[in-house]
């Protein structure tokens, strides 16, 4: 009697460990490369503010896909070789901090001069005025973008099934190829993608009711 | 390394030209399947009976919710069991075109819902019925102010083309990828392309928002989201 | 008397507009003066040079005594010196009525957290802001409300001076009353203030001096039963009449 899809659902199941390790790690790095992007971007000079956006634009023009065979395929040539899974951390990393940039930059002018011209009228400097007005308002603005990178970044490591990371994607097609039916485990990954960005959506929704201030988020008009 | 780029550029340029227009071929025609798919959906979900409403939704978050590329591998290699055989550029211009068409209904919906109430009222008042009302008097103005998303649809898809790498069809990762694997000088490849992918899609964020700036009117607002 | 506040000479141009042409006058410890005039004629400029939010061409300005336009000044002391009540209010919109009048007197004059209250809730009490709205947040505020709130904030701080830019344009007419009023009892109790403000109304019953602004420059100033009533200078006769058209229509109520 044949194998059927069911027999190799725990095939497909241990991929997901692989998955959301890329996914976390890589909105992470994002995190962590894109917020010191982002003030350089608002407060640095002049040069580093251009320097800083053309790059983002670059990034941010490039495909996942080359950016994971520029660091896989072509960084051996410079003597830098990676294994598959820090490689597409890194790709994953680096473009998701391009968008995280953007976000976060366009949350600090969401929240208006005149907050600023607010703050500084009272008597606090630049910093504490972006630390104690701007800031915590751009935070809680910037939360829907941030469940949106982290769904588009979950989604988006399916790709690395490219270069041999044995993801969630990669083990459905493995087991697509031994059974010879590819709809089932097809549909069976497409489920799991479905219930890790639905849940991740209703959590930061809890999440973003919970830090919620009248007229500032929570979907009420500014 | 220069000197390695202007190599590859000189000897193979025939095959990254035939994977630029490959390329090239998969975001015009799945945009425009999007284009047309986005607008529908959005106005049947707006305006259409209560059932279709619902199933349109069903469309919208099962293929957002889901990857592209696991969308691509359901038509391409799932497809044939059902009698339904795609070459593998036809397959991908569909799978990427019906998911860039749940995105764009999100787009035109989210314009439709911003165009003021009391835009509908005047032109029911003046005897337009629901569909003249919303050809002539909402359509005009929401699609304006969908557009700076539709133009980011556009680069996105320049972008995601590229998984059709995956289904062999020879764009330009593939080619890339060819070009790698018989001078194994990966960096430069991938650098060439990269300048291509980048070239392209600043062309068409440039092109594009000079498109806005003719088409603006004032007061009909050009809001652009975060990404 | 104290000359708390001093503006000589100042300029100030965008690009090609030239939005400040030599603007000099000073205003005495305890005094109202209103500034009146057409939109774009520099008036909201002038209040932001004077705040250091934006910097002049040329001019100096100085406050009980001190020049605060001399590079290396410390701008954010001189800005907890004069206070700004902004047009559109500026509350910040993720601090309660009370968190915003406190923000600057724990973050800027490092008060303690329970003194900081207990100055805020005076400061709210004394714009009529009772204890039912001191943990709302501005979105939950009215207009009238939301710049009581602005105008509390900017007391609490103590300040010098205390800036009105439009403090009323943004309000719905039935809303103003409220605002001027408190500007009123402000004023009578002593605040040095300067006014922008198209409420003639206002300006007949508490300012010191009505000045005229048109063009960059004061045309015109002088106590305000003259400037308002028998304006000498053309274009204020102008601006006045059509001003006093919209009271005679009953839009200013």
Redesign the interface.
């Known amino acids: 009697m044949a194998l059927t899809v069911w027999d190799y659902l725990p095939v497909i199941f241990s991929g997901i460990t692989n998955t959301l390790i890329l996914t976390l790690a890589g909105v992470g790095l994002g995190f962590a490369l894109g917020i010191p992007m982002a003030f350089a971007e608002v407060l640095g000079p002049r040069p580093v503010q251009l320097a800083i956006r053309w790059v983002g634009?670059?990034i941010?023009?490039?495909?996942?896909?080359?950016l994971l065979?520029?660091i896989f395929?072509?960084?051996?040539?410079?003597g830098i070789t990676l294994p598959p899974i820090p490689s597409a951390i890194l790709a994953i990393g680096i473009r998701s901090a391009a968008?995280q940039a953007?976000?976060f930059r366009?949350?600090v002018e969401g929240v208006g001069y005149?907050?600023l011209?607010?703050?500084?009228?009272?008597?606090?400097?630049r910093w504490?005025a972006f630390r104690?007005?701007i800031l915590?308002?751009a935070l809680?603005l910037a939360i829907p973008?941030w469940v949106?990178e982290f769904?588009i970044v979950l989604?988006?490591t399916?790709?690395a099934?490219?270069i041999g990371v044995t993801e969630v994607?990669t083990q459905?097609?493995h087991v697509?190829q031994v059974i010879l039916?590819?709809?089932t485990p097809?549909?069976v990954?497409?489920a799991i993608?479905?219930t890790i960005?639905?849940t991740a959506s209703r959590l930061a929704e809890s999440v973003y009711r919970r830090v919620s201030?009248?007229?500032?988020g929570g979907g009420?008009a500014? | 390394m220069i000197d390695d780029i202007l190599y590859i550029v000189e000897r193979y340029w025939p095959l990254l030209l035939e994977g630029l227009k490959n390329t090239i071929i998969i975001t015009a025609a799945s945009y425009s399947i999007g284009v047309a798919l986005g607008l529908s959906l959005a106005l049947l979900r707006s305006y259409g009976p209560k059932a279709l409403a619902a199933a349109v939704t069903a469309y919208v978050e099962a293929f957002r919710g889901t990857p592209m590329l696991v969308q691509l591998f359901i038509v391409y290699y799932s497809l044939p069991a059902f009698g339904i055989v795609l070459d593998p550029l036809t397959a991908a211009i569909v799978a990427i075109g019906l998911n860039s068409g749940a995105y764009q209904s999100e787009y035109f919906r989210g314009a439709l819902a911003a165009i003021p109430r009391g835009q509908w009222e005047a032109a029911l008042s003046i005897g337009l019925r629901k569909w003249a009302a919303v050809r002539y008097v909402i359509l005009p103005q929401a699609w304006r102010v969908a557009l700076p998303a539709l133009t980011n649809e556009l680069i996105y898809l320049l972008k995601y083309s590229s998984i059709a790498y995956f289904v062999t069809v020879p764009e330009l990762v593939f080619m890339g990828k060819y070009i790698g694997s018989r001078t194994y000088m990966y960096l430069q490849v991938y650098t060439v392309i990269t300048v291509i992918y980048v070239t392209l899609a600043l062309t068409i964020s440039e092109g594009m928002s000079r498109l806005e700036r003719r088409l603006s009117v004032p007061g009909v607002s050009i809001t652009g989201r975060g990404q | 008397m104290t000359v708390v506040l001093k503006v000589e000479d100042l300029w100030k141009s965008y690009k090609k507009n030239e939005v400040l042409r030599g603007v000099t006058f000073s205003v005495n410890e305890g005094e109202t003066k209103v500034i009146i005039g057409p939109s774009g004629t520099g008036k909201s400029t002038l209040l932001r040079c004077i705040n250091l939010l934006v910097r002049p061409d040329k001019g100096r300005i100085f406050l009980d005594g001190e020049e605060i336009t001399r590079p290396g000044i410390n701008e954010a002391r001189v800005r907890s010196r004069i206070g700004f009540v902004f047009q559109h209010f500026n509350l910040f919109l993720h601090l309660t009525a009370l968190e915003n009048v406190m923000l600057g007197l724990t973050k800027v004059k490092g008060m303690p957290k329970e003194k900081a209250e207990e100055a805020a809730k005076k400061a709210l009490l004394s714009v009529g802001i009772t204890e039912d709205l001191w943990h709302k947040y501005p979105a939950q505020l009215s207009g009238g409300q939301k710049q009581r709130v602005a105008i509390a904030r900017a007391i609490a701080m103590n300040p010098r001076l205390i800036l009105f830019d439009e403090p009323t344009s943004a309000l719905d007419p039935e809303l103003i009353g409220e605002v001027l009023k408190v500007m009123e009892k402000l004023a009578k109790e002593g605040m040095t203030m300067l006014v922008v403000t198209h409420e003639i109304g206002f300006a007949m019953k508490v300012a010191d001096e009505v000045m005229f602004m048109d063009g960059g420059r004061i045309i015109e100033r002088g106590p305000p039963q003259e400037v308002i009533l028998r304006p000498k200078n053309e274009r204020t006769r102008r601006f006045l009449s059509r001003i006093w058209e919209l009271y005679d229509l009953g839009v200013r109520g």
């Open positions: 634009r670059v941010r023009g490039i495909p996942l896909l080359v065979f520029i395929f072509g960084f051996p040539n410079i968008y953007q976000l366009g949350a005149g907050q011209e607010a703050a500084l009228s009272i008597g606090l400097t504490g104690h007005v915590p308002q809680r973008g949106n769904t989604k988006d399916s790709l099934y490219a994607f459905a097609v697509a039916d590819y709809l097809l549909l990954v497409a993608y479905f960005t639905f201030v009248p007229g500032l009420a500014l």
